[in-house]
């Protein structure tokens, strides 16, 4: 029988709740099942088993002595989110309403690629602080952060539907990743750790609103995960006024976030710019998009908008994407058109609500 040698600090985690397995990062169950008298290695057997097997409780895990499973159930108890609905667009792509053991409801999106790729786009948090006015997902306002096994086990929901290895993930769900730093970041290890999902590190995306301290961070992580930022908008007083969320987050210490994001590691980043009639659209936005990327090592991802229902926003025609990159391009930046994918199932960007498919 083991016995905690001495109070366990989770800080970070200490919600009035009992600590949880998908609760902590690797390093700090690691470091629990040291303080709770184990010896090191368990902790590798149990989250290979978590993680890399993908089990629903402590009794599957059958290299371990049966009483430790018990005081492991107490100790840190383990649980898995729940299906609650599931919608399948017309190109193949698959939306699921997951709840958690708290009740905490977000998205997440499966997607298949016709060259054998299976990419999920996953939620960072259930609901959103930022407010975007474009964005259906901070309606409502934020419920609260997802811890690092909540944020995996969207992708394992994925891949156990697919019946396919993932590939891909992009963190361009619900939420901020930014403002849930911490958490995002001890999921990515895991996804990309060798002996659980092994999803290698340019083949994940996080995708943020602009927090530069967030990108002062990343910036510094050994990891090589890719960067994108919702830009939307290089004049600041329109980007304030369908971004409020980061109003306080100037364009000029964005960029100079940005370039030195470059000069550290090195890495190309993505602008996300939706494209929306009558708001960001003008001959002077493009100008100013142009003046603000020009000298800086990114790519513009132009965005069909997605409609989000009762929103003023609207898209723009296929023939203006098409005039924006070929703009963008003959004044030497790199600029592509997302191809998006599930809006008819309210799957794509911006669309994501965590509400009842049927309702």
């Known amino acids: 029988m083991f016995h905690v040698k001495h109070h366990v600090r989770l800080s970070d985690y200490n919600r009035g709740m009992n600590t949880q397995l998908k609760h902590l990062s690797l390093e700090s169950f690691e470091n629990l099942i040291v303080e709770a008298g184990l ?7 149990i989250l290979s088993w978590v993680y890399g097997k993908n089990v629903s409780s402590y009794d599957e895990m059958t290299n371990l002595p049966k009483i430790m499973r018990k005081q492991l159930a107490e100790l840190v108890p383990l649980t898995k989110p729940t299906i609650i609905d599931k919608q399948v667009s017309v190109d193949g792509s698959r939306k699921y309403l997951i709840q958690f053991d708290d009740g905490a409801l977000v998205e997440t999106v499966g997607l298949p690629n016709d060259d054998g790729r299976l990419s999920v786009c996953v939620s960072s948090q259930s609901g959103c602080a930022m407010n975007c006015a474009f964005c259906a997902t901070g309606r409502n306002g934020l ?18 539907d697919f019946d396919k290895r993932v590939t891909n993930v992009v963190v361009m769900g619900q939420g901020e990743p930014f403002a849930n730093y911490d958490n995002t970041l001890a999921a ?17 995306t996080i995708s943020t609103c602009g927090l530069i301290a967030g990108i002062n961070k990343l910036a510094q992580e050994p990891e090589q995960f890719t960067l994108a930022v919702s830009l939307h908008s290089a004049i600041q007083e329109t980007r304030d006024s369908i971004m409020p969320g980061v109003s306080k987050q100037p364009l000029d210490e964005l960029h100079e976030a940005l370039a030195d994001y470059t000069k ?16 960001n659209t003008s001959v002077r936005e493009i100008e100013a998009l142009y003046q603000y990327g020009k000298d800086l090592l990114c790519h513009v991802n132009l965005i069909p908008l997605n409609e989000v229902e009762s929103s003023p926003f609207k898209p723009v025609t296929r023939k203006v994407l098409l005039l924006w990159q070929e703009s963008l391009e003959m004044q030497g930046i790199a600029c592509s058109i997302r191809n998006s994918r599930g809006s008819d199932i309210a799957g794509a960007c911006g669309q994501l609500a965590s509400k009842h498919f049927n309702s």
């Open 39 to 45: 010896p090191r290695f368990r902790s590798d057997q």
């Open 143 to 160: 419920n609260r952060s997802l811890y690092p096994g909540e944020i995996v086990d969207q992708v394992h929901i994925v891949q156990n």
């Open 264 to 279: 550290r590691t090195g890495r190309r980043f993505s602008f996300e710019f939706a494209l929306m009639d009558g708001i």
């Open 188 to 204: 990515l290890r895991i996804l990309n750790h060798p002996k659980f999902l092994n999803i290698g590190a340019r083949h994940i």
